[in-house]
């Protein structure tokens, strides 16, 4: 009992993370019909504003993670102005090889200026973790939590409680009926891909505290992040919350009670036996009109 209360609260951390990614990806599918390939190179590039703000540049830790945020969302803006806006008109077969190829020049960009070498991010919380009984909870662990949730609860009261929020679900069901009520399609776009970017990079900056940072390491969450989006169905942003929280209770639990070799597994194991069930995913949203 005292192991699975440990595996519950490192779950939760890892699944809060997860969900950033996730709605994220479902944020950009869902609106723009994009795969966003660079979503993985996103997410490294926020673990590494996150080192260069709080290590050279020195800034306090607390400021260094929303400068880490507004870096990933400037990059985004920027991505979708100057790759994605000329190619609005192609098909998807071209919008993807552009992102694929986009993704990899960010990665090897990365691999060029950094180097291999991992890079640790100091914090200010003390290592001495917080005991709860059986349960030990690290003080980065929980702050992680804490802001991964916070940024999940903002990111839901943007879409359901503001005008900008208004202008993404309108363009989400018809984009071409949204442009003729005064909707700027083209501004919904490049803010909804910035609002993505900012997430991945938000869960990057978060998570390389907790391990550390490499050119590396958005591969693996970049497919994770596409199978959260899968099995919380295209399109949902609840569904990828939860379809987050689920990958990461499966990867712990299947770590600690089965094997840890097969921690990555676990959860593709249990994606799998859903799509068997519901191909669309467990929360899928009605598809677009235009």
């Known amino acids: 009992m005292d192991q699975l209360l440990q595996h519950i609260f490192n779950?939760?951390?890892?699944?809060g993370t997860y969900a950033l990614l996730g709605i994220g990806l479902t944020l950009i599918f869902g609106i723009m019909n994009v795969v966003n390939f660079t979503h993985g190179a996103l997410y490294t590039f926020g673990g590494y504003a996150m080192y260069l703000?709080?290590?050279?540049l020195?800034?306090?830790?607390f400021v260094a993670l929303p400068v880490a945020l507004v870096a990933g969302l400037v990059l985004g803006a920027i991505i979708e102005f100057t790759l994605l806006r000329p190619l609005r008109r192609s098909d998807i077969d071209t919008t993807m090889l552009v992102m694929i190829g986009a993704g990899i020049i960010m990665q090897s960009g990365t691999l060029w200026i950094f180097g291999g070498?991992?890079?640790?991010v100091p914090t200010p919380f003390p290592a001495q973790p917080l005991t709860f009984g059986?349960?030990?909870l690290s003080y980065v662990n929980l702050f992680v939590l804490c802001a991964a949730v916070a940024l999940i609860a903002i990111t839901y009261f943007t879409i359901n409680g503001t005008k900008l929020g208004r202008a993404m679900r309108a363009t989400f069901q018809d984009h071409d009926t949204a442009a003729l009520m005064g909707v700027n399609v083209s501004l919904i776009y490049t803010a909804t891909f910035a609002i993505g970017s900012a997430l991945a990079s938000a869960a990057g900056a978060l998570l390389g505290p907790v391990?550390?940072?490499?050119?590396?390491?958005?591969?693996l969450a970049a497919v994770k992040a596409f199978a959260i989006v899968i099995l919380g169905g295209l399109g949902s942003i609840s569904g990828a919350t939860i379809g987050g929280f689920i990958l990461a209770f499966a990867e712990e639990l299947g770590a600690g009670y089965i094997s840890s070799g097969y921690r990555d597994a676990m959860g593709f194991l249990?994606?799998?036996a859903v799509l068997l069930v519901k191909p669309t995913g467990l929360f899928a949203r009605a598809e677009r009109i235009g």
């Open 11 to 15: 779950a939760l951390v890892l699944g």
């Open 53 to 56: 703000a709080a290590v050279a």
């Open 58 to 61: 020195g800034l306090n830790f």
């Open 117 to 120: 070498v991992a890079k640790a």
């Open 134 to 136: 059986p349960v030990s």
């Open 211 to 219: 391990y550390v940072v490499t050119p590396q390491m958005g591969d």
């Open 270 to 272: 249990i994606i799998i």
